[in-house]
């Protein structure tokens, strides 16, 4: 056996060959065994294929006392004219007649700086496994090495060694025609199928065929592995990016070709990284596993789904008829991604949004193909999530605007650019002012006021929600104090809560914590929040919400209407308002079945004795619709868009304001 602190070259073949000590002769000699010892071994000469006298003698003398398998009680070291150092290794082994032989192996010697370890691995096992063995004309087993034996077991014939009977009579008839056959196989072994590297010489005087065998299983089983890690996702087992590429090359080549479109879609989870943060990787990742089951089930046979990593996937689908069939598929998807994953003993709630881009109608190359659909995608995720946009030119210029705006986010928090506007709620039928609902807004020294519509989600997404939400909470307490300080009459004031602040660990602890220094008295202070953001864990929402209401806030359900809030579930909420969404209002008094709703809601408000607030209110007939039902409160242009501090407190006094002491919850 090799010494093991020897490290071997695998890039070079391994020499083998066998030595007839009684015919002077090498009846078997590997492609690289005979251009090494036509080259180095002077007794052995070339072509002729003899060993030298001298040599045999030296032989001869060794193997007197050794028997079939024992390994020669010595080893040789040379080094070749082109200065590769070689390490030889041999066996016993008996020949026809039954004469001795030597079955001898050269292994390469490489420093260990040039070598590797996975290198050094293969070629030790490779080392181990060498095999040869001798078949006569008719492919009958004439002999063979004791390492054969072991590995294949008893062989009659040649063609018993092929797992495929066509593949041994292809292999016979091309030895047939050649001296020698260099070819990599799958042969039957004692441990079933494996693959190996053969290497088989005829005999052209005796006809006999002989046999090198490496069993190179290990290092296809290998090869295999680092293919999948290189290419597949391993969380998803999902194709990567990697093959994305391979297969848009040849999208592209094949669509030049033959005149044809390709489409992608560029698909991203709305909100992932709230998740991750706030429930951990591992919930993260076992959402991440869900929604790609739940992608590839709706996705075309022909379409390809791959993990791009994070919660990003490209769909690509070949051989499009038009931009509709693209879209077809992406309205299907969001259906089917849009809704309800157990996950972690949790029914947690996820949307997507969807960028399109097509072959050749949006970029004639890969790059800006992949480029196009991301723009896409966020055009459709800053519209508003859970939809797709088919790629616009002007959307690669709104994407810079994107970006720049993330990037200054942060800076914007250090230097607190950012300032509190306040929209009055109004008391019906008085319409009496009794609060306000503070909404942020950015002061750009650049771009000017922005609104939140547009940052927002870019809090969301990198997490500066968590700042920006606690400013905007200190603010807003800051102000009552102000108020109340300046001796105007107390008013309640809401701000919004989004879901990755909701999420938040310690927001009631923080909240308490603000609460207590502003000194403001919690019944002033009101949380909005969505239907979705309790939906995503009910039951930690629901302690959550108790522990808000210990301390006194109050709770509103903002944009009601728009989730999947059941009358059963509202009640288990210890909520004190809800406030009808926009687009319920919008229609009052023109959609039978938009007022339908909001009376019913009115109505189920009052019986699980909550207060309901119309938002959005921007013209009469919609506050006498709203007055007609006893809708409590409303909010909207009609009466006051946002103000700033000065001109809401202009406001109040211009408009008179409700005894709001008397109406606090
Ligand atoms: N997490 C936080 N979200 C916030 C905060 N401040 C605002 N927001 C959210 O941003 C969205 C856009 O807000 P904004 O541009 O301020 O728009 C508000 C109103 O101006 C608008 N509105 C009010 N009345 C009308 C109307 O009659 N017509 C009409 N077209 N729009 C009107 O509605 C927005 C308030 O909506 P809502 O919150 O649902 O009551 C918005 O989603 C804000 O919630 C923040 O500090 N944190």
């Given at each position: 056996m090799a010494d093991l602190s020897i490290l071997l070259n695998c890039k070079m073949p391994l020499a083998a060959w066998i030595i007839d000590i009684d015919h002077s002769s090498i009846p078997f000699c590997?492609?690289?065994?005979?251009?090494?010892?036509?080259?180095?071994?002077?007794?052995?000469?070339?072509?002729?294929?003899?060993?030298g006298k001298v040599l045999q003698e030296r032989l001869a003398l060794h193997l007197s006392e050794l028997n079939e398998g024992d390994k020669l009680p010595f080893k040789?070291?040379?080094?070749?004219?082109?200065?590769?150092?070689?390490?030889?290794?041999?066996s016993v082994v008996v020949l026809d007649g039954n004469r001795k032989g030597l079955s001898i192996e050269a292994h390469p010697v490489v420093s260990p700086i040039v070598s590797n370890a996975t290198c050094n691995i293969n070629l030790l096992s490779q080392f181990k496994s060498l095999s040869f063995a001798v078949f006569d004309q008719g492919g009958n087993h004439v002999n063979s090495s004791e390492y054969f034996s072991e590995h294949f077991g008893a062989i009659g014939n040649l063609r018993d060694l092929f797992a495929v009977s066509g593949a041994a009579t292809s292999f016979i008839s091309r030895l047939a025609k050649q001296e020698s056959l260099f070819q990599e196989i799958s042969l039957s072994t004692k441990k079933g199928v494996r693959w190996h590297r053969i290497e088989a010489s005829h005999n052209t005087s005796t006809g006999n065929v002989y046999l090198l065998t490496h069993d190179i299983q290990e290092a296809r089983d290998h090869d295999v592995a680092l293919y999948r890690l290189n290419n597949y996702d391993t969380l998803t087992s999902l194709p990567n990016r990697n093959l994305l590429y391979q297969q848009l090359e040849s999208a592209l080549?094949?669509?030049?070709?033959?005149?044809?479109?390709?489409?992608?879609?560029?698909?991203?989870l709305d909100n992932f990284k709230v998740v991750n943060d706030n429930f951990g990787h591992r919930v993260g990742d076992e959402l991440i596993q869900r929604v790609a089951e739940r992608i590839k089930k709706k996705i075309p046979s022909g379409a390809c789904l791959y993990r791009l990593g994070g919660d990003e996937f490209v769909i690509v689908l070949e051989n499009t008829k038009d931009i509709t069939e693209l879209e077809g598929i992406a309205e299907s998807i969001l259906n089917n991604v849009n809704n309800t994953y157990p996950v972690a003993e949790m029914e947690m709630m996820i949307t997507a949004s969807v960028g399109i881009a097509s072959y050749p109608q949006h970029a004639n190359d890969i790059d800006n193909l992949l480029k196009n659909a991301d723009a896409a995608m966020y055009r459709a995720k800053s519209t508003g999530h859970n939809m797709y946009c088919v790629y616009e030119k002007h959307m690669a210029e709104s994407i810079n605007t994107h970006l720049t705006l993330g990037g200054g986010l942060r800076k914007a928090i250090e230097e607190e650019q950012f300032v509190l506007h306040y929209q009055p709620k109004i008391r019906l039928p008085d319409e009496t002012v009794v609060g306000a609902e503070a909404l942020i807004r950015w002061e750009h020294p650049e771009l000017g006021m922005i609104s939140p519509d547009r940052f927002i989600p870019l809090a969301e997404e990198s997490g500066l929600i968590l700042p920006l939400g606690e400013w905007v909470i200190r603010r807003a307490c800051d102000q009552l104090q102000e108020?109340?300080?300046?001796?105007?009459?107390?008013?309640?004031?809401?701000?919004?809560?989004?879901?990755?602040?909701?999420?938040?660990v310690n927001l009631v602890d923080m909240v308490e914590q603000v609460l207590e220094e502003t000194g403001v008295d919690p019944k002033y202070f009101e949380l909005e929040l969505t239907e979705s953001m309790l939906m995503a864990d009910a039951k930690q929402s629901i302690e959550k919400l108790h522990s808000f209401r210990a301390l006194g806030v109050t709770l509103s359900i903002d944009d009601f209407g728009t989730g999947y809030s059941s009358l059963a579930y509202l009640k288990k909420l210890p909520i004190q308002t809800l406030k009808i969404d926009?687009?319920?209002?919008?229609?009052?008094?023109?959609?039978?079945?938009?007022?339908?709703i909001v009376k019913a809601t009115?109505?189920?408000?009052?019986?699980?004795?909550?207060?309901?607030?119309?938002?959005?209110?921007?013209?009469?007939?919609?506050?006498?619709?709203?007055?007609?039902?006893d809708c409590q409160e409303v909010q909207g242009y009609l009466f006051s868009k946002p103000l700033s501090n000065v001109d809401f407190l202009l406001y109040m006094q211009s408009h008179g304001l409700s005894n709001v002491d008397a109406l606090v919850m």
């Open positions: 590997n492609a690289a065994a005979e251009s090494l010892l036509t080259d180095s071994l002077g007794d052995i000469k070339s072509g002729e294929r003899a060993i040789w070291a040379f080094t070749s004219k082109d200065n590769t150092q070689f390490h030889v290794i041999g080549l094949n669509a030049r070709k033959r005149n044809r479109e390709f489409g992608l879609l560029y698909l991203d108020w109340r300080e300046a001796g105007h009459p107390p008013v309640k004031l809401s701000v919004n809560l989004s879901s990755r602040q909701f999420m938040q926009r687009s319920f209002i919008n229609d009052l008094g023109l959609d039978n079945d938009n007022d339908a009115i109505q189920m408000a009052a019986s699980l004795n909550l207060n309901v607030i119309a938002e959005g209110v921007e013209n009469r007939s919609q506050v006498d619709a709203l007055n007609h039902y």
